[in-house]
């Protein structure tokens, strides 16, 4: 049975904008979020809850959303937890049908799910650099492609693309990664472009380091290093930053300390920042830290 979910959306006109843009003033909706099982998925969905939002959880661990769901339902959130497997296409056709029938609609598309192994690229088969870019970037394209429909007869909805600061910076040993987050900030940019008239927006969020949660996060409990608060971001701010984009409706939210868009913009203007950036920093020692890590575990 579908569950019975209030329709409290409104539309509004920016009397701002010459171009008659269509605003969409979001209240509250059902927002579906990817990779919502763990790292940062439960900080964003904890955040879209707290704004008011019912929410679809989708994510490899069963276990994981179920228990996410239901304190979520404890406190007060619709929730309903679809597990997948997104580097499957099926699973992705099958979760886009499931959500629109169990919640009758989807208004916001987290494609949060995302990750990479951190190995030497001439050390992997194709096969793993073709898994890295379904999950970071194809399946968050298919999402889209398949409920944008949708959002757009309703001319309502919103895409967040959960991004990294990895598809501009260089970081080692991330070829197949940077190069899917790279083209998902120039996805979200034209599906902007091409749909914001129509009622439909997007909006990119990206990550510079994170701590408490995520893939950094993880790589630091790995090494047993520490993960420090000064140049890094708590999860928390991801889920903040989310919400502000789509009631903002920002086309680009950079979640890193200090000035993190002047940070990007520059690295764009020169890109022999990042390289420099990464010794300075000691990224590149830490990624070979990593590597070697990798190897030694895979004996």
Do not use: C
């Amino acid at each position: 049975k579908s569950l019975e979910l209030p329709i409290i959306w409104s539309q509004e006109r920016d009397e701002r904008s010459s171009s008659g843009v269509e605003e969409v003033a979001k209240t509250a909706g059902v927002a579906l979020v990817t990779g919502a099982s763990r790292g940062i998925g439960p900080f964003i969905a904890r955040s879209l809850a707290e704004a008011g939002y019912s929410l679809v959880l989708t994510g490899r661990s069963a276990s994981e959303l179920e228990a996410l769901a239901d304190d979520l339902k404890a406190k007060g959130t619709t929730a309903v937890a679809l597990p997948a497997d997104l580097t499957v296409t099926e699973d992705v056709e099958t979760l886009a049908r499931t959500a629109e029938r169990e919640v009758s609609r989807v208004d916001v598309l987290v494609n949060n799910a995302g990750g990479d192994p951190q190995r030497e690229f001439d050390d992997m088969t194709w096969a793993e650099n073709d898994a890295i870019f379904q999950l970071n970037v194809i399946a968050p394209m298919r999402l889209t492609h398949l409920l944008l429909p949708g959002m757009l007869e309703r001319r309502r909805g919103h895409i967040v693309n959960i991004s990294s600061i990895a598809g501009r910076v260089g970081f080692p040993y991330t070829e197949a990664y940077a190069a899917a987050k790279d083209g998902l900030m120039g996805f979200t940019r034209v599906l902007r472009n091409d749909y914001r008239s129509r009622g439909v927006s997007a909006s990119v969020v990206v990550l510079g380091a994170i701590r408490d949660a995520g893939q950094g996060q993880r790589i630091a409990d790995q090494l047993g290093m520490k993960m420090p608060a000064m140049g890094t971001s708590p999860a928390k701010a991801v889920g903040k930053a989310v919400v502000a984009a789509i009631e903002k409706d920002r086309a680009e939210i950079v979640v890193m300390p200090g000035p993190g868009r002047l940070i990007k913009a520059l690295m764009d203007l020169l890109p022999s920042m990042g390289p420099a950036m990464n010794q300075a920093t000691g990224a590149n020692a830490t990624m070979r830290s990593v590597i070697e890590f990798r190897r030694r575990s895979r004996g």
